[in-house]
């Protein structure tokens, strides 16, 4: 069964910086598609970065520039640098992987961690 377990979240200033990690266990895989979304209070959970086995990254446009998602295969770790943060970075952090393909798709992740939270003051 994997399981994946996020840490590093807490509370900055604008304009500082964290680096969340995503361990991930119990399964031996090779092909993923792992993503960083988050969830403020009273919004929609948002995708902000991924990154698939063939070491393709993506984000979302109020990141890019910012937040740098990395996956260290040899310790299944995901990692997310956020650089000058933002109070409107204030939010729950999960990481998501979807180990079946070398891509990734539209489709939901179905494998998720527990979320770690993120508040950025002023």
């Known amino acids: 069964q994997v399981h994946l377990a996020e840490s590093g979240g807490g509370s900055v200033h604008a304009g500082g910086s964290l680096k969340l990690s995503c361990v991930v266990s119990?399964?031996?895989?090779?092909?993923?598609?792992m993503r960083w979304f988050r969830q403020a209070p009273g919004k929609q959970r948002e995708g902000i970065a991924s990154?698939?086995?063939?070491?393709?990254?993506s984000y979302r446009d109020s990141v890019k520039g910012r937040f740098t998602i990395s996956q260290d295969n040899a310790k299944n770790t995901l990692s997310l640098q956020m650089n000058n943060l933002k109070p409107d970075d204030t939010a729950m952090y999960y990481c998501?992987?979807?180990?079946?393909?070398?891509?990734?798709?539209?489709?939901?992740?179905?494998?998720w961690g527990q979320g770690t939270q993120v508040t950025v003051s002023s």
């Open positions: 998501a992987a979807d180990l079946r393909y070398d891509y990734c798709s539209g489709s939901w992740p179905p494998n």
């Open positions: 119990g399964y031996r895989y090779s092909n993923y598609c």
């Open positions: 990154i698939d086995s063939n070491g393709r990254t």
